[in-house]
C-alpha cells in the first residue's frame, strides 16, 4: 500500500470551506450595494436581492462544483435575477402605479444585476486563483483503476483547478488492474470507510470500477458515506453533456450524485410542521374523532383504541394508535396476519372507516410526540420487518427516516397486498429525493384518495 501526499497545512485548516460560503454573501451584498444611494427603493432592491439568492440556491448555483466557469452560468444567473426583479417590480407598479418610479426601480436592478455579475467574475477566479496555489483542495479518492480512473487522476495532478487532491485508487481485486507507483492502489472496496479515514478523504469519485450496482448501492446509502462529497462519471459520457448544469473534469464529465438531505435546516422546518400540522390537525378533527370513537364503541365494546408495536427510524420499536376496526383473536393473530381486508370480523363501522382512513386519525398523536411524520415510509410490524428485510436488501434502508402516516408508496397504489420490492423502491426513492414540496405533493395526492374513498 502506498501512502499518498496528505496536503499542505492551509489546505488542511481551509477543509471546511465551501464555495457558497463566499459566493452567496457576495450576490446578496452585490445586488443589495446600490440601496445606499437609492433609498427611496431600498426595500424593494434587498427584497429582490434575497428573492434572487433564493433562486440561485434553488438553480443549484451555491452547489460544489469542480469546473467553475463564469460564462457557463452566465444565462442561468441572467434568467434568475430576471425573474427576481420582474416578481417585485409587479408589486412596485402595484403599490405606486407611478410609471416613473417604476423605471427608476428598473434602472437601479439592472445596476444591481450588473454588480452581481462582476462580482461572481472575481469570485470565480479567485475560487481558481485559490485552488490552483493549493491554499483551498480536498482529499479525493477515485473507485476503480481501469482507463477512466487513470486519467481521472492525471488529470487532478496536472490541473490543480479543480479543487482535489489525489489520494489514491480503491478498487475491488487489488491484483485486477496493473497500475504504477505514481497511481497508487491504497485499498480495497470492502474497506473503504477506514481508507477513507486515512487519507482524510472529502470526495469519492466512482469512476469504471468493476463492481455490481447492487454492491455499491449500499456503500453509497450507508451513513458513514454521508460525510463525503460524492461524484461518478457516467457511463454514456457523451451523452452527459445535455444536463442542465453540466460538470466535467478535463474532458471526463462528472455528477455530483444528489442523497438525502436528513438533518440540517429543511429537516428542521419538516418537524417543525410535523407538529404544527399535527397539533391543529388533532383540534380541528376532534368532533369527527369524537364521532368516530362513539361509534367503534357502539359496535364492538369497550377498547375503542388498537395499540400495536412498530418498527421506526432506525429499527426502534414504537406503539402505534389507531382506532380499533375489528377485535383479534390474540397478540400473536395481530402481530402476524398480513391483510384483514376480508375478514368477516369487520363490521359497518369497521368498513366504513378502513375506507376512509379514519382509522389512521390516532397516528396524529404518534406524530406530535415524534414517533412519526406526516409524510415517510409506512411503518410495519417486527414480524414482517424482519421477513422483509430477509427477502428483500433494501427494505431495511427504508428505517433512514422516520416512518409517516401516509408515503409516496401508498398514494402510487402500493396498498394491501401489492409487491413489498415495490413499495421499498418507491420508499428508498422518496427518502433519495426528499424535499418539502415532495412532502407537499403526498399530502396533496392523499387527501384526494380520501375523498375518492382508495382506502383499504
Not at 323 to 352: C, H, L, Y
Not at 435 to 447: E, F, M, P, Q
Amino acid at each position: 500500500m502506498v501512502l499518498p501526499y496528505l496536503g499542505s497545512s492551509t489546505a488542511r485548516r481551509t477543509r471546511a470551506l465551501r464555495v457558497w460560503m463566499l459566493s452567496l454573501p457576495v450576490d446578496f451584498a452585490a445586488f443589495a450595494l446600490p440601496a445606499i444611494h437609492f433609498q427611496q427603493h431600498w426595500k424593494s432592491i434587498v427584497v429582490a436581492a434575497g428573492l434572487t439568492v433564493l433562486l440561485f440556491a434553488v438553480g443549484g448555483l451555491y452547489g460544489a462544483r469542480r469546473h467553475l466557469s463564469f460564462l457557463d452560468d452566465l444565462p442561468m444567473l441572467l434568467g434568475r435575477m430576471l425573474v427576481a426583479g420582474a416578481l417585485v417590480a409587479i408589486v412596485v407598479a402595484m403599490r405606486h402605479g407611478s410609471p416613473d418610479n417604476l423605471a427608476s426601480y428598473l434602472r437601479v436592478i439592472a445596476v444591481s444585476s450588473t454588480l452581481v455579475l462582476l462580482g461572481r467574475a472575481v469570485n470565480y477566479a479567485s475560487v481558481r486563483l485559490a485552488r490552483r496555489r493549493r491554499w483551498v483542495e480536498h482529499s479525493a479518492i477515485i473507485l476503480g483503476g481501469g482507463p477512466v480512473a487513470i486519467e481521472l487522476a492525471r488529470l487532478l495532478r496536472r490541473y490543480p483547478q479543480y479543487g482535489l487532491r489525489f489520494a489514491g485508487f480503491v478498487d475491488v481485486d487489488t491484483t485486477a488492474h496493473e497500475l504504477q507507483e505514481s497511481t497508487p492502489l491504497i485499498g480495497r472496496f470492502d474497506d473503504l470507510d477506514e481508507v477513507a479515514r486515512m487519507v482524510d478523504c472529502d470526495v469519492i469519485i466512482i469512476a469504471d470500477i468493476d463492481c455490481p450496482e447492487s454492491r455499491l448501492l449500499p456503500v453509497v446509502r450507508s451513513t458513514s458515506a454521508a460525510g463525503y462529497d460524492l461524484w461518478m462519471v457516467p457511463r454514456l459520457r457523451e451523452f452527459s453533456a445535455q444536463s442542465s448544469s453540466p460538470d466535467h473534469i478535463g474532458a471526463i464529465p462528472v455528477v455530483r450524485v444528489r442523497r438525502p438531505t436528513l438533518s440540517g435546516v429543511k429537516w428542521l422546518v419538516k418537524r417543525a410542521s410535523d407538529i404544527a400540522l399535527s397539533g391543529l390537525a388533532l383540534l380541528v378533527l376532534s368532533p369527527i374523532l369524537l364521532i368516530t370513537a362513539i361509534a367503534v364503541r357502539l359496535e364492538g365494546g369497550p377498547g375503542i383504541f388498537f395499540r400495536q408495536q412498530r418498527i421506526g427510524q432506525f429499527g426502534r420499536p414504537f406503539q402505534l394508535v389507531k382506532f380499533r376496526s375489528m377485535r383479534p383473536v390474540n397478540e400473536a393473530e395481530s402481530q402476524t396476519n398480513w391483510n384483514i381486508a376480508g375478514d368477516k370480523r369487520v363490521g359497518p363501522v369497521g368498513k366504513i372507516i378502513r375506507r376512509t382512513s379514519l382509522d389512521e386519525l390516532p397516528q396524529l398523536w404518534n406524530i406530535l410526540r415524534g414517533d412519526m411524520t406526516i409524510v415517510g415510509p409506512r411503518p410495519e410490524r417486527p414480524y414482517f420487518v424482519d421477513q422483509f428485510s430477509a427477502e428483500h436488501p433494501d427494505y431495511a434502508m427504508r428505517h433512514r427516516v422516520p416512518v409517516g402516516l401516509t408515503g409516496l408508496a401508498q398514494v402510487s397504489g402500493l396498498r394491501g397486498d401489492t409487491p413489498i420490492s415495490d413499495r421499498a423502491r418507491f420508499d428508498n426513492y422518496y427518502i433519495e429525493n426528499w424535499s418539502i414540496w415532495l412532502d407537499a405533493k403526498v399530502v396533496l395526492r392523499t387527501v384526494a384518495e380520501v375523498f375518492r374513498g382508495g382506502g383499504r
